[in-house]
């Protein structure tokens, strides 16, 4: 019963609507009322047949004369043929309501399932870095793409759970009218039946949590090794890889089969103990209950229909807690979700970026470590020039940059933008200007002129082949067969890493952006890819006067820009140009004698 609580609470969260579930309840009773009309009409037809023949004259039964004078106020006469295509055309209206209702859960469960991935999505996407930092990437994907179809499931069960129970209740109303000394005896002996299984349903909801941590665990352990698949053939760690794999596999096949094994013994045990009171109550009525042949036989086809009903139920209660795990799952990835989404941005529009950047007495401390990723920062970055942020592995840039573009935010001192703190800029207007170049380009499946427009909401022909001249890679673009419509990403073209790197930066440049930053743009590239790299980047800022800043390791690179910050530590150790840095003592004066 926990999943009904569980569904109490959040329904409204996952967007079924009130209207949806009255739809529902609808549809139930519709089609059990039509059913057991359909079925009791076997009592006149069961009648016609031993008496050949019904009326009104001389006859007791009530029930009879309810069907007699329903088919004389219509003008039919009772005949045989009559009640037999009554009765079929009951079934076929409750048949076509039940595949209606079909229907409609069909169209609900795929419209929720999507409303809940697409909601899981946006809101991960627009939590903070340090949020993202935290979570698996794994969890992320396994909810969005196994657990949602069985939040969704357990979500509609409770409903499907309901309308079994009131079919249940109608046809023990049917049994009512027909005997009431029989039915209290079903009811109790189903009651009985109904607790044998519950401690299967019951080790159902445990199972469930345990399958929907290992999933989070297989789908993780996936994502982390065919991302990383050079690094096991470097390794030669195949096999351990797929012995690992296999753990964890075996692990979710134990579990699955467990919960399978569940589900088993109930149906095992219920259907022959169900037929066997079924069997019983026969007995009961044509010995001591003295109830005519018609009777005994409606009762036994409606305890018939019951029997199903009884076992759906059964395994609703088993299925309910069988996406506990599941539904806790998503439930509490949505809490941290929509309690770490990044910070509020300010109220003013950065139209345009004519001053500076600055850096005022900048800390930063990551969540949960006391240690300082960066202190006392202070510096200025004046529009229009290309600086470079240099120092050892862990020394602070790539934070630095994140604070700079306000993907991280300051735990004290300020950055300022011609003069206004970044927080008080509008989140939309602050990335229009910002443009960014990671280490390593990304390329969704897509067209080089689609990769070029990304993130551009309107894109202009003229403007794509410009950033592709301008970057340096329209020279390769057009030797491609399809040149701008050549498909990239998923391996459909090969390009070499200089190749990459100046496509992405056509990428970078597109979108009109007043300052771009490049994250160690001459990695992985030959020293001739370097340097046409840096000679495009240097036209681009000559050109466009785009303020360049630049993140790296390679100090032959960044030798000729005209400011290069050298962080240490965590703290700004000097700044100045290459020249000056090469006179003075500290990791830059070494790094380049080395």
Known sequence: MKMLLIWGNNFKRYGLMHIQIFYFFIFGFLSAVSELIGLSIFIPI??????NGISSQGNEDQFLLYIFNFYSSINISPTLETLLVTSFLMF?????????????????????????????????INTSLEYKDDTTVGDVVNAIVTESKLLITGLLLPMKFMISIVSVLISLVALLLISYQMTLLTIILVTAIFFIPMRWVSATSHVSRQISNVNANLTSFVINRLNSSKLLKICGTEKME??????????????????????????????????????????????????SFEYIALFLLILIRIIPLVKEVMSQLQAMNRVIGPTETIGSLLDDIEDNQESSYGIYDLNHFSKNITF????????DNNKKALTNISFTIEKGCMIAI???????????????????????????IDHRAIQDYTKNSLKKIVAYMPQQPIFFASTVKEHINYGKHKTIANETINSAKISGASTFINELHNTYESHIGSDHIKLSGGQKKRLDLARAINGNSEILILDEPSSGLDLESSRNLYKALADINKQTRITVVVVTHDLDFIRDFQKIIVLNNGSIQSIGKHKDLVSQEGWYKQTCND
Do not use: C, W
């Not at 409750?94 to 809940?116: E, G, P, Q, V, W």
């Not at 012995?243 to 699955?256: E, P």
């Not at 005022?360 to 969540?367: Q, T």
């Open 242 to 291: 797929s012995y690992n794999f296999k753990k964890i596999a075996l692990k979710n096949k134990v579990l699955l089969k467990s919960i399978q094994a569940l589900k088993a013994k109930a149906d095992y045990v219920l259907e022959p103990v169900l037929l066997g009171v079924s069997l019983f109550l026969i007995y009961v009525g044509s010995t001591y209950n003295s109830l």
């Open 46 to 51: 069961f009648k016609f047949i031993e008496s």
């Open 92 to 124: 076929v209206i409750s048949k076509t309501i039940i595949f209606a209702a079909r229907i409609y859960h069909i169209n609900i469960f795929n419209h929720l399932l999507m409303s809940i991935r697409l909601y899981i999505f946006s809101e991960y």
């Open 360 to 367: 005022d007495s900048v800390d930063y401390n990551y969540p």
């Open 390 to 416: 240099v120092g050892a592995s862990g020394s602070g840039k790539s934070t630095l940059v994140d604070i700079m573009t306000r993907l991280r935010k300051s735990s004290k001192g300020v950055v300022r």
